[in-house]
C-alpha cells in the first residue's frame, strides 16, 4: 500500500525524499524506521539545505582541536594546557509554543553539548529576539523565555554572562531563542563522542525515557509556525536538578579510563545520539530498546526511540568495565543502563528484546539528500536597497529629546531586568559582567582571560544578509576587542524562513557568504554551530538573523576594559574614523530610521579592512594600559554610546568636536567600526601611536567629567535624566504600559 | 597568647581552644592572630558554591576539604560551611530534602560544640530547615530571582563572624537567591533584635536601612543572622564572590578572616 501524505507529514518527509529511501533500502521503510528517517533526514539534524553552504565556511586554525560538524561542539586550544568548547544553539520552535519549557530545555541542551566534550561549563549567554513588546502574546514570551533561562541555568551553577534582547515586529509569534555555552578543558580531558574498538558498550545515562518531546527535530524544527499549536507536547519537560548531577557525575566519570566516549542524548534522542556515535567510531551498533527505563508503562519501541526526554547522555564504555561508571553514577543517585554495544560492520540493528525491529545501513540513515540552489537577488531587496535616505526630512524634535527617545527603546534601554534574574556571578570568575559590550572571565591558575559576546542584527541582514552576515560577525568581534580580548574563534546560530521559498534561500546563501569572508578578514574559524530554518509566523519570515558567538584571548586578564567612562578628565575619543560629519547613508537600516522615523530601508555598508585596524588599535590600547574605557558604537550611534558609557561610568562628558553634515545623522547613524574610548589627559600622545601604527583613523571627541551630557550646541542633558530614561525603558516597554494588543 | 587579644568567647564557649587544627600564623597589628583552620565544606547533590567558597578559603590562606552528603565524620574541622546551590533541585521547599542529609546530624552536634558553622544562602536555608537557626527564607516578595551587589550593614561587631568590622560599616557582597525573603514570627523577631543576633542588614550605600535598598522582602532588611550561642551564622549574600577586587570586591573575605583571626579584647 503507497504511503499516505498525512504519514509523511508526521515525520515531515517530502514524497520524493521518501523515494529516495525506498530506492536506498531496496525496499519499504517500516514505521519505526520511517521515524528514523524522519528525524535524521530534518534539518535539525540532517542540515540537508544548510550543509554544503556551512563547509564553505572557515575552519581551519592552529588552535582547533575539533573539525567542524563532527563532534558535539568546537574545541579550541588557548594555552597554559587549557582549552575551550563552545557552542551556539537554537531553541525557537519549541519556546514558541511552550516559552518557559522550550528555552529551559534550551539551556539543557547547549550545556550537554559541552560537556559531552569533557568541558565543565563556565558561562552561558543568549540572544532573545521577540516581536514588538506592547503585545500581551509578546510579553509573556518574554516572561516566560527569560523565566525558563533563570529557573534552568541558576540552578546549574553557571553563569549567565551576557547576550542580546531585541524586539521586532517580525518575530511576532517565532521568537529567537540562542543558547550559548562555553566549557573549559584542563588537563587535556577531551572527550570524543566515539567508540574506539567493537565490542565497547553503549551506555544510557541520566534520567528515565518518556514520552515528551517525540518529533522535536522533525515536527517542531522542520515546519512553520501555523502547523506548530498542536504540538505541545513535542516540547520537553525540564529538570535542572537532574542535569546538575549529571554534570558533576559526568565531569567525575571520564576520570576513568573505561570511558572512551560521551554523547549528548538531545534532538531526536537515542536515534540521533546512539546512530552518529556508530557513524563516527564507523563501526555498526547493536541496541535493545526493551533495557532503555521508562517514566511510564506502554511505551512502544518508535515512542522510546525519538523521545527528547531530557537530562540524558550515552557513554561508550570498555566491555566489563561498566560496573566503574555505574557506581559513579550511583553515588550521584544516577542511573546508568547498558543498552547496547559497538559492533564490527556498518549497519546498526535496533532490537525489542529477541526481536529485530530494523536492521539498516548507517549511512543510509545518517546522509540525507542535500538541496543545493543558487536563487536570484529578490527584487524587494533591491529597492529597499536603492532607497534615498538623503530624502528622508530632518525631525522638528529637539536632538536632546530625541536621544532620550532613543535611550528609552526596549532594543537600547538597559537590560537589567533582564540579567538580574540570571546569576552571571557563580564560579567567581566573571570580571566583566553583562551590560556592557563583552563580558570577560578569568581562568583560575592562570594570568589569562577569555572575553565572550553575541550578536546579530536582523535588521541590516534584511536589507542586505551579505553585508549583514559580515557585519554580525565583526560586530562580535568589535565587542570582544572593545574589552581588550583578541578574537580568536566564533559559533554561529543560523535563523532563517524556510528554505523552500526563493526568498529564504538567498537570504542563507549570502548570509553564510557573508560571515565567510568576515572570518577570512579577522583569520578565525567557525569551530560550531546550529541552524534553525522555518522561522515563519503567520505574518511572513522573520528577518533573516544569524547569530554570532565570538571568544576573544586575553594574554593577561587585568587589562582589559570595560564601557563606562573610568575617570573624570578622561579625553574622549573615536577610534574608527576621522570625523563626525553627519551622512544619510548612515541611517540604513538603523534604530533611529526603525523607531523614529518608521523606516526600515537603506544599504549597510562595511569596510572590513577598517573594521580589522579599529580593533587592533583600540586591543592595543587596552593591553599597553592606556585606555581606561572602550565602548563599540552600534545601535543608536555615537550619541547613545556616549550616552551609555557616561551611565555606566556614572560621570558626564563634553563633546566639543564639530559634527557637520545632518545633525541626526551625526548623532545616531551606524556607520560600522567605530569605538569610543577614554584615556587619561597625559597619555593622548600615546593612543595617537597607537591608532597610526594601527592604521586606523582616530577623533578627539571631548572630555569625561561633570554630569552632564553635551554634544556640542546640539545636545545638553543631566545625567540623572539620562540615566532614568535608559534603565527604565525596558521595564516601562514590558510591564510598566498596559499592553495595546492581544 | 597575651595582650588585648584574647580568645573568641562567646556565651561561654571558647572558640579556638575546641579547634584541632587551628595553628597561628601571623600577627596582624590591631587586629590579632591569624590561625590557619580546616573548613569542611559541604557539597548535596545541586550544590554549587562549594568550590566558590573552597577557592576563596584557599586563597585566604586556609585549609579546605570537601564532605560528601553521606558522610557523616566531621569532627576533623575546626569550622564547617554549609554553601550555596539548589540542594535536591529545592524541591518541595529550599533546603527541605538537604536537612535530612546524614552529614546534618552531625552538624547538628558540631555546631552544639560551639565549633563555627556558615550558612551561605541555600546553606542558610537548610540550617534555618534543620533548625539550628530560627525563621525562614521564603520567595522573594517581587518573586524572581535576583543577582546583584548589596551593601551589608554590620549590626553586631562582636561576633566571630563579623569582629574584623566594626558595627555601622558596610560590607558590599552580592546576593543571588530566588527565596532569600527572612521572616519568622514576631516573638522570634524581637528576641533576635533585643539580643543582637542580626549581624548584617540590606542597606543604601549611606547605611540606611529602608524598604528601598531591601532586594527581597525580608523583616527588617535581616541579611544575616547567628544562633543563640554565636557560633553559627546564616546569611544569604554570597561572601566567597568577594574576595578578590578583580571580580568585584573583597569585603567578604572579613566575614572569613573573622572566622580564623583572633578577636581583640578591646572589640
Same mark, same amino acid.
Given at each position: 500500500?503507497?504511503i499516505?501524505?498525512?504519514?509523511?507529514?508526521?515525520v515531515?518527509?517530502s #514524497?520524493?525524499?521518501?523515494?529516495?529511501?525506498?530506492?536506498?533500502?531496496?525496499?519499504?521503510?517500516?514505521?519505526?524506521?520511517?521515524?528514523?528517517?524522519?528525524?535524521?533526514w530534518?534539518?535539525?539534524?540532517?542540515?540537508k539545505?544548510?550543509?554544503?553552504?556551512?563547509?564553505?565556511?572557515?575552519?581551519?586554525?592552529?588552535?582547533l582541536?575539533?573539525?567542524?560538524?563532527?563532534?558535539?561542539?568546537?574545541?579550541?586550544?588557548?594555552?597554559?594546557?587549557?582549552?575551550?568548547?563552545?557552542k551556539?544553539?537554537?531553541?525557537?520552535?519549541?519556546?514558541?509554543?511552550?516559552?518557559?519549557?522550550g528555552?529551559a530545555?534550551?539551556?539543557?541542551?547547549?550545556?550537554?553539548?559541552?560537556?559531552?566534550?569533557g568541558?565543565?561549563?563556565?558561562?552561558?549567554?543568549?540572544?532573545?529576539?521577540?516581536?514588538?513588546?506592547?503585545?500581551?502574546?509578546?510579553?509573556?514570551?518574554?516572561?516566560?523565555?527569560?523565566?525558563?533561562?533563570?529557573?534552568?541555568?541558576?540552578?546549574?551553577?553557571?553563569?549567565?554572562?551576557?547576550?542580546?534582547?531585541?524586539?521586532?515586529?517580525?518575530?511576532?509569534?517565532?521568537?529567537l531563542?540562542?543558547?550559548?555555552?562555553?566549557?573549559?578543558?584542563?588537563?587535556?580531558?577531551?572527550?570524543?563522542?566515539?567508540?574506539?574498538?567493537?565490542?565497547?558498550?553503549l551506555?544510557?545515562?541520566?534520567?528515565?525515557?518518556?514520552?515528551?518531546?517525540?518529533?522535536?527535530?522533525?515536527?517542531?524544527a522542520s515546519?512553520?509556525f501555523?502547523?506548530?499549536?498542536?504540538?505541545?507536547?513535542?516540547?520537553?519537560?525540564?529538570?535542572?536538578f537532574?542535569?546538575?548531577?549529571l554534570?558533576?557525575?559526568?565531569?567525575?566519570?571520564?576520570?576513568?579510563?573505561?570511558?572512551?566516549?560521551?554523547?549528548?542524548?538531545?534532538?531526536a534522542?537515542?536515534?540521533?545520539?546512539?546512530?552518529?556515535?556508530?557513524?563516527?567510531?564507523d +563501526?555498526?551498533?547493536?541496541?535493545d530498546?526493551?533495557?532503555?527505563?521508562?517514566?511510564?508503562e506502554?511505551?512502544?519501541p518508535y515512542?522510546?526511540?525519538?523521545?527528547? /526526554?531530557?537530562e540524558?547522555?550515552?557513554?561508550?564504555?570498555?566491555?566489563? #568495565?561498566?560496573?566503574?561508571?555505574?557506581?559513579?553514577?550511583?553515588?550521584?543517585d544516577?542511573?546508568?543502563?547498558?543498552?547496547?554495544?559497538?559492533?564490527?560492520?556498518?549497519?546498526?540493528?535496533?532490537?525489542?528484546?529477541?526481536?529485530?525491529l530494523?536492521?539498516?545501513?548507517?549511512?543510509?540513515?545518517?546522509?540525507?539528500?542535500?538541496?543545493?540552489?543558487?536563487p536570484?537577488?529578490?527584487?524587494?531587496?533591491?529597492?529597499l536597497?536603492?532607497?534615498?535616505?538623503?530624502?528622508?526630512?530632518?525631525?522638528?524634535?529637539?536632538?536632546?529629546?530625541l536621544?532620550?527617545?532613543?535611550?528609552?527603546?526596549?532594543?537600547i534601554a538597559?537590560?537589567?531586568?533582564?540579567?538580574?534574574?540570571?546569576?552571571?556571578q557563580?564560579?567567581?570568575?566573571?570580571?566583566?559582567?553583562?551590560?556592557?559590550?563583552?563580558?570577560?572571565?578569568r581562568?583560575?591558575?592562570?594570568?589569562?582571560g577569555?572575553?565572550? /559576546?553575541?550578536?546579530?542584527?536582523? #535588521?541590516?541582514?534584511y536589507?542586505?544578509?551579505?553585508?549583514?552576515?559580515?557585519?554580525?560577525?565583526?560586530?562580535?568581534?568589535?565587542?570582544?576587542?572593545?574589552?581588550?580580548?583578541?578574537?580568536v574563534?566564533?559559533?554561529?546560530?543560523?535563523?532563517?524562513?524556510?528554505?523552500?521559498?526563493?526568498?529564504?534561500?538567498?537570504?542563507? +546563501?549570502?548570509?553564510?557568504?557573508?560571515?565567510?569572508?568576515?572570518?577570512?578578514a579577522?583569520?578565525?574559524?567557525?569551530?560550531?554551530?546550529?541552524?534553525?530554518?522555518?522561522?515563519?509566523?503567520?505574518g511572513?519570515?522573520i528577518?533573516?538573523?544569524?547569530?554570532?558567538?565570538a571568544?576573544?584571548?586575553?594574554?593577561d586578564?587585568?587589562?582589559?576594559?570595560?564601557?563606562?567612562?573610568?575617570g573624570?578628565?578622561?579625553?574622549?575619543y573615536?577610534?574608527?574614523?576621522? /570625523?563626525?560629519?553627519?551622512?544619510?547613508?548612515?541611517?540604513?537600516?538603523?534604530?533611529?530610521?526603525?523607531v523614529?522615523?518608521?523606516?526600515?530601508?537603506g544599504?549597510?555598508?562595511?569596510?572590513?579592512?577598517?573594521?580589522?585596524?579599529?580593533?587592533?588599535?583600540c586591543?592595543?590600547?587596552?593591553?599597553?594600559?592606556?585606555?581606561r574605557?572602550?565602548?563599540?558604537?552600534s545601535?543608536?550611534?555615537?550619541?547613545?554610546a556616549?550616552?551609555?558609557a557616561?551611565?555606566?561610568?556614572?560621570?558626564?562628558v563634553?563633546?566639543d568636536?564639530?559634527?557637520?553634515?545632518?545633525w541626526?545623522?551625526?548623532?545616531?547613524?551606524?556607520?560600522?567600526?567605530?569605538?569610543?574610548?577614554?584615556?587619561?589627559?597625559? #597619555?593622548?600622545?600615546?593612543?595617537?601611536?597607537?591608532?597610526?601604527?594601527?592604521?586606523?583613523?582616530?577623533?578627539?571627541?571631548?572630555?569625561?567629567?561633570?554630569?552632564?551630557?553635551?554634544?556640542?550646541?546640539?545636545?545638553?542633558?543631566?545625567?540623572?535624566?539620562?540615566?532614568?530614561?535608559?534603565?527604565?525603558?525596558?521595564?516601562?516597554?514590558?510591564?510598566?504600559?498596559?499592553?495595546?494588543?492581544? | 597568647?597575651?595582650?588585648?587579644?584574647?580568645?573568641?568567647?562567646l556565651a561561654?564557649?571558647?572558640?579556638?581552644?575546641?579547634?584541632?587544627?587551628?595553628?597561628?600564623?601571623?600577627h596582624?597589628?590591631?587586629?590579632?592572630?591569624?590561625?590557619?583552620?580546616?573548613?569542611?565544606i559541604?557539597?548535596?547533590?545541586g550544590?554549587?558554591s562549594?568550590?566558590?567558597?573552597?577557592?576563596?578559603?584557599?586563597?585566604?590562606?586556609?585549609?579546605i576539604?570537601?564532605?560528601?552528603?553521606a558522610?557523616?565524620d566531621?569532627?576533623?574541622?575546626?569550622a564547617?560551611?554549609?554553601?550555596?546551590g539548589?540542594?535536591?533541585?529545592?524541591y518541595?521547599?529550599?533546603?527541605?530534602i538537604?536537612r535530612?542529609?546524614?552529614?546534618?546530624?552531625s552538624?547538628?552536634?558540631f555546631?552544639?560544640?560551639?565549633?563555627?558553622?556558615?550558612?551561605?544562602?541555600?546553606?542558610?536555608?537548610?540550617?534555618?530547615?534543620?533548625?539550628l537557626?530560627?525563621?525562614?527564607?521564603?520567595?522573594?516578595?517581587?518573586?524572581?530571582?535576583?543577582?546583584?551587589?548589596?551593601d551589608?550593614?554590620?549590626?553586631?561587631?562582636?561576633?566571630?563572624?563579623?569582629?574584623?568590622?566594626?558595627?555601622?560599616?558596610?560590607?558590599?557582597?552580592?546576593i543571588?537567591?530566588?527565596?532569600?525573603?527572612?521572616?519568622?514570627?514576631?516573638?522570634?523577631?524581637?528576641?533576635?533584635?533585643?539580643?543582637?543576633?542580626?549581624?548584617?542588614r540590606?542597606?543604601?550605600?549611606?547605611g540606611?536601612?529602608?524598604?528601598?535598598?531591601?532586594?527581597?522582602?525580608?523583616?527588617?532588611?535581616?541579611?544575616?543572622?547567628?544562633?543563640?550561642?554565636?557560633?553559627?551564622?546564616?546569611?544569604?549574600?554570597?561572601?566567597?564572590r568577594?574576595?578578590?577586587?578583580?571580580?568585584?570586591?573583597?569585603?567578604g573575605?572579613?566575614?572569613?578572616?573573622?572566622m580564623?583571626?583572633?578577636m581583640?579584647?578591646?572589640?
Amino acid at each position: 500500500m503507497p504511503i499516505s501524505q498525512s504519514e509523511l507529514d508526521e515525520v515531515a518527509l517530502s #514524497r520524493a525524499e521518501y523515494e529516495a529511501i525506498v530506492d536506498r533500502l531496496g525496499r519499504d521503510p517500516n514505521p519505526l524506521e520511517l521515524g528514523l528517517f524522519g528525524s535524521l533526514w530534518s534539518e535539525h539534524c540532517g542540515y540537508k539545505h544548510s550543509k554544503p553552504l556551512l563547509r564553505t565556511l572557515p575552519g581551519d586554525s592552529d588552535r582547533l582541536l575539533t573539525t567542524l560538524g563532527t563532534e558535539n561542539a568546537g574545541v579550541l586550544d588557548i594555552g597554559d594546557g587549557m582549552a575551550i568548547a563552545m557552542k551556539i544553539e537554537s531553541h525557537n520552535h519549541p519556546s514558541a509554543i511552550e516559552p518557559r519549557e522550550g528555552a529551559a530545555t534550551g539551556v539543557g541542551g547547549i550545556v550537554r553539548d559541552i560537556f559531552a566534550m569533557g568541558a565543565r561549563p563556565i558561562a552561558l549567554l543568549n540572544s532573545l529576539r521577540f516581536g514588538k513588546p506592547d503585545s500581551a502574546r509578546n510579553r509573556y514570551l518574554l516572561d516566560g523565555v527569560v523565566g525558563g533561562i533563570s529557573f534552568y541555568g541558576n540552578c546549574l551553577g553557571i553563569p549567565n554572562i551576557g547576550g542580546e534582547v531585541v524586539f521586532a515586529s517580525c518575530y511576532d509569534g517565532n521568537p529567537l531563542v540562542n543558547a550559548m555555552c562555553v566549557g573549559l578543558v584542563e588537563d587535556g580531558l577531551i572527550m570524543s563522542a566515539r567508540a574506539e574498538e567493537p565490542g565497547d558498550l553503549l551506555l544510557l545515562v541520566g534520567s528515565d525515557t518518556g514520552r515528551d518531546g517525540i518529533h522535536g527535530a522533525s515536527g517542531l524544527a522542520s515546519r512553520t509556525f501555523e502547523e506548530q499549536t498542536e504540538l505541545r507536547s513535542a516540547v520537553q519537560v525540564g529538570n535542572p536538578f537532574l542535569e546538575k548531577v549529571l554534570i558533576e557525575a559526568c565531569m567525575e566519570v571520564i576520570q576513568l579510563d573505561s570511558v572512551v566516549g560521551l554523547q549528548d542524548c538531545g534532538a531526536a534522542g537515542i536515534t540521533s545520539g546512539a546512530i552518529e556515535m556508530a557513524e563516527r567510531s564507523d +563501526m555498526g551498533l547493536r541496541l535493545d530498546v526493551s533495557v532503555v527505563p521508562r517514566r511510564e508503562e506502554g511505551m512502544t519501541p518508535y515512542e522510546v526511540m525519538l523521545s527528547e /526526554s531530557q537530562e540524558r547522555m550515552l557513554l561508550a564504555v570498555k566491555p566489563g #568495565r561498566e560496573h566503574e561508571v555505574e557506581s559513579v553514577f550511583r553515588k550521584w543517585d544516577l542511573d546508568a543502563t547498558r543498552i547496547g554495544e559497538f559492533v564490527d560492520g556498518d549497519s546498526v540493528v535496533i532490537l525489542d528484546g529477541d526481536e529485530v525491529l530494523s536492521e539498516t545501513q548507517i549511512k543510509v540513515l545518517t546522509d540525507p539528500p542535500e538541496y543545493e540552489f543558487d536563487p536570484p537577488k529578490p527584487a524587494w531587496i533591491v529597492n529597499l536597497q536603492a532607497a534615498d535616505l538623503d530624502a528622508i526630512p530632518i525631525p522638528n524634535d529637539s536632538p536632546s529629546d530625541l536621544l532620550l527617545k532613543m535611550l528609552s527603546t526596549p532594543n537600547i534601554a538597559s537590560k537589567l531586568p533582564v540579567f538580574r534574574q540570571y546569576d552571571h556571578q557563580v564560579q567567581t570568575n566573571t570580571v566583566v559582567g553583562p551590560g556592557g559590550d563583552a563580558a570577560v572571565m578569568r581562568l583560575k591558575g592562570s594570568k589569562r582571560g577569555i572575553s565572550l /559576546s553575541t550578536d546579530g542584527n536582523g #535588521r541590516l541582514c534584511y536589507l542586505d544578509p551579505y553585508i549583514g552576515g559580515q557585519i554580525a560577525v565583526a560586530e562580535a568581534c568589535r565587542n570582544v576587542s572593545a574589552t581588550g580580548g583578541l578574537p580568536v574563534a566564533i559559533t554561529d546560530c543560523l535563523n532563517f524562513g524556510s528554505p523552500e521559498t526563493l526568498d529564504g534561500q538567498y537570504q542563507l +546563501m549570502q548570509a553564510v557568504a557573508g560571515i565567510k569572508k568576515a572570518c577570512e578578514a579577522f583569520d578565525i574559524p567557525v569551530i560550531s554551530g546550529n541552524v534553525s530554518l522555518y522561522n515563519e509566523a503567520p505574518g511572513g519570515a522573520i528577518y533573516p538573523t544569524p547569530v554570532i558567538g565570538a571568544l576573544g584571548l586575553l594574554d593577561d586578564v587585568r587589562k582589559h576594559a570595560s564601557a563606562g567612562f573610568a575617570g573624570d578628565g578622561d579625553i574622549v575619543y573615536l577610534i574608527g574614523s576621522a /570625523s563626525l560629519k553627519g551622512d544619510a547613508s548612515t541611517l540604513a537600516g538603523s534604530e533611529y530610521l526603525d523607531v523614529i522615523l518608521g523606516k526600515v530601508e537603506g544599504q549597510p555598508s562595511l569596510d572590513l579592512d577598517l573594521e580589522v585596524k579599529t580593533q587592533q588599535a583600540c586591543r592595543d590600547g587596552i593591553v599597553a594600559g592606556v585606555v581606561r574605557s572602550a565602548h563599540d558604537v552600534s545601535e543608536g550611534g555615537v550619541a547613545v554610546a556616549l550616552a551609555e558609557a557616561a551611565i555606566l561610568g556614572e560621570r558626564g562628558v563634553v563633546v566639543d568636536v564639530a559634527l557637520g553634515g545632518r545633525w541626526d545623522a551625526a548623532l545616531f547613524g551606524e556607520a560600522q567600526s567605530r569605538i569610543i574610548v577614554t584615556v587619561a589627559a597625559d #597619555r593622548t600622545g600615546e593612543l595617537e601611536r597607537t591608532a597610526v601604527n594601527a592604521g586606523a583613523p582616530l577623533l578627539r571627541l571631548g572630555t569625561t567629567g561633570g554630569d552632564r551630557i553635551v554634544v556640542g550646541d546640539l545636545v545638553d542633558l543631566s545625567l540623572s535624566d539620562v540615566s532614568e530614561r535608559w534603565m527604565c525603558g525596558f521595564q516601562d516597554a514590558t510591564q510598566n504600559t498596559p499592553p495595546t494588543t492581544s | 597568647m597575651t595582650g588585648p587579644f584574647v580568645l573568641c568567647r562567646l556565651a561561654g564557649v571558647d572558640y579556638f581552644p575546641k579547634s584541632i587544627n587551628s595553628r597561628p600564623v601571623s600577627h596582624r597589628p590591631g587586629v590579632g592572630y591569624d590561625f590557619v583552620m580546616k573548613f569542611g565544606i559541604l557539597v548535596f547533590p545541586g550544590t554549587w558554591s562549594d568550590r566558590d567558597c573552597g577557592h576563596a578559603l584557599e586563597t585566604l590562606g586556609q585549609e579546605i576539604e570537601y564532605v560528601w552528603h553521606a558522610d557523616t565524620d566531621v569532627d576533623r574541622f575546626d569550622a564547617l560551611v554549609v554553601p550555596g546551590g539548589f540542594s535536591y533541585g529545592d524541591y518541595l521547599r529550599a533546603g527541605a530534602i538537604a536537612r535530612f542529609s546524614p552529614v546534618m546530624e552531625s552538624v547538628s552536634k558540631f555546631a552544639v560544640d560551639g565549633r563555627g558553622v556558615i550558612g551561605i544562602c541555600n546553606g542558610f536555608q537548610i540550617l534555618c530547615e534543620a533548625g539550628l537557626l530560627p525563621g525562614a527564607l521564603m520567595r522573594n516578595d517581587h518573586l524572581e530571582f535576583r543577582c546583584t551587589w548589596t551593601d551589608l550593614r554590620v549590626e553586631n561587631d562582636r561576633t566571630m563572624f563579623s569582629h574584623t568590622a566594626r558595627s555601622r560599616d558596610l560590607l558590599r557582597v552580592p546576593i543571588s537567591h530566588g527565596e532569600g525573603s527572612y521572616q519568622a514570627d514576631e516573638d522570634t523577631i524581637s528576641e533576635l533584635e533585643e539580643n543582637e543576633r542580626v549581624v548584617f542588614r540590606y542597606s543604601g550605600p549611606a547605611g540606611e536601612v529602608t524598604p528601598e535598598w531591601n532586594p527581597n522582602g525580608s523583616v527588617n532588611n535581616i541579611a544575616g543572622i547567628i544562633n543563640k550561642t554565636g557560633n553559627v551564622l546564616g546569611m544569604m549574600p554570597h561572601p566567597e564572590r568577594a574576595c578578590d577586587p578583580l571580580i568585584g570586591g573583597e569585603d567578604g573575605a572579613a566575614i572569613f578572616r573573622a572566622m580564623f583571626t583572633e578577636m581583640s579584647a578591646l572589640g
